[in-house]
């Protein structure tokens, strides 16, 4: 159902405007043969200069633009200070001010917690309780596009696009309220989850005493309470799905009315729960792990209410650690990677995405990269699909499905269309924990305002300053980020060709997963239905066979193979993404493709620019062999499918004897 993930690529270090790397045979390694070793000499002179950081496996790819744009981030955020306040850019700013406010944070202390404590205070009856849960419920969970299955409150709403081609936005309810990361660290009799649970339950009891010394309505807290809450939660985590079952895309089956509620989790009054949470005139949600509100349910019924309250105080002032006072001896920010400065631009780029996403493209992405882009995109996308048209191992009807779903697709380049409106928030430099609860606030309101409205496709589920990529199936969609469009992998001031080798070939590569078996089980409505028989397993299977035989016999060290059939997808996406890309520049090319000696030198800059796309280092054999094991080749040989293609070899004069040559009829060609 989800693909998220940051396509790697690798970048020559480049300050935005100066010229790249430019002509693209610059850097080769003129001593090593192409025929022989394709990646080597197209990543010549990087291969020879780039360092691995001490502390990472690998380096290349997606590592090194990540990390060139943490650093337009922090530049963009650094000068959006002396904006205008009440400008997105000053919110943006002043949001992160606010979380490296240390000094007002001490100064304020637990104070901003003080209202919503009253509230808890003030709950007498199980109906209070009820109310309560309703009024905290949140939007922070993500289903169907990021995979956020598990939300900080005891339950998480979600309004996105169905599973089953709905065309109105469909509710999720999923499980959530656990202070460890998952129901496994409750039950678990590893000495690890133990220890880490004795951590927790000391920590408990430290927030109760910290309660009771400022105050708040909790008799002195005692080993007694923070182990009645300890029991809550693991009552609580004993419902939860487990985090591969919440992964399960069938999840999104469990469609529950008012009726299924009332019969299937009794305990709770659900109507009470859902008015507090602004969803009175809502009748159906998915219930996307229906055991965890059985037992939410059955614990709001047969728990008693003090441990509920004690249990409820102790969550707030955790959700809030990293804002509220190092010295209250909580999870502090500064104990975090990467530090206070980390959490606090993690925590602006979760609350205000957008904001920061259109400040990033305006200094890093204009319009005429993205319209750039899009060309290249809509060209390779129209390739591809003559490519689909043409396939012969696949059955007439599987073909009307692909070309179908080929035909929906949107395919968003560098930013959305729209952007989120941050008007009506309020953002205040010297009010971390009031600017979070406004802007989960937002965020809710946001999601009630989706209900019973169509689905809109062209949405980003990612901010443009992500430097990565997500398809959804089920919307039929694929958003490239901004920030991954960066050199070498898109890069303004090169060639088409190398464009088109690079960028083209990834939009190929990503394109062809809405047909192949990943997208298998999405048809063209976006609904979760296998649209692939076992008749077409049994075609792609042998048409298939020739590549899984390829991979399986690289070795990148001695004994130890390339695992062809775990990698089959992703090389057959790259073997179908580089044809596609080159079909679509060479149709760039109009009258020159007359000039034999012309279109040599442009086609050697396409293969150039795809394996700089793919440029990554290893630190060592152990780093290669859990690549060599996975479902992505190392890139060394999934540069090599260059050998399928009959132009490489005319580009490159590649002859018979060297390394990567293969006879015409051995060359594999399946899109
Ligand atoms: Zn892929």
Redesign the pocket.
Known sequence: MVFAGTLATAAFAQAPGQPSTAAADDAVDAAVQPGDDFFGYANGAWLKSALIPADKGRWGAGSEIAEKTKGQVAALLDDAGAEPPGSDARKVADFRAAYLNEAAIDARGLAPLKAPLHRIDLIRDRRDLERFLGSELRADVDPMNMGVYDSSHVLGLAVQAGAHGEKNYVAYLLQGGLGLPDREQYLSAEPKARAARLEYESAIGRVLGLLAAEGARVPMASADRSAAVMALETEIARSHATPEASADEHSADTLWTRADFARDAPGIDWATVFEAGGLARQQKFVAWQPAALKGLARLVATESLETWKDYLRVRLIFRYADVLPAALGLRSAASQPGGRKQVALDATQAAMGDALGRMYVGRHFPPEYKARVQVIAANVIAAFTRRVESAAWMSPSTKAVALAKLKVLYFGVGYPDRWQDYSDLAVDAGDAIGNVQRVAQLDYRRALARLGRPVDRTEWPIAPQWPGAVLTFNQNAYSFAAALLQPPKFDPSASDAANYGAIGAIVG??VS?FVDTLGANYDAEGALHRWWSDEDMALYRSATEPLVSQFSGYLPLPGVTVDGKISLT?NL?DLGGLVAAFDAYRGTLGDKVRDKEYVRRQDRQFFIGFARSWRTKYRDDDAVKKQAASDHAPERYRISTVRNMDAWYEAFDVKPGQLLYLEPGARVRIW
Do not use: M, V
Request: glycine letters at 0%; aromatic letters at 0%.
């Open positions: 590569h990503e997963h992703e996406a």
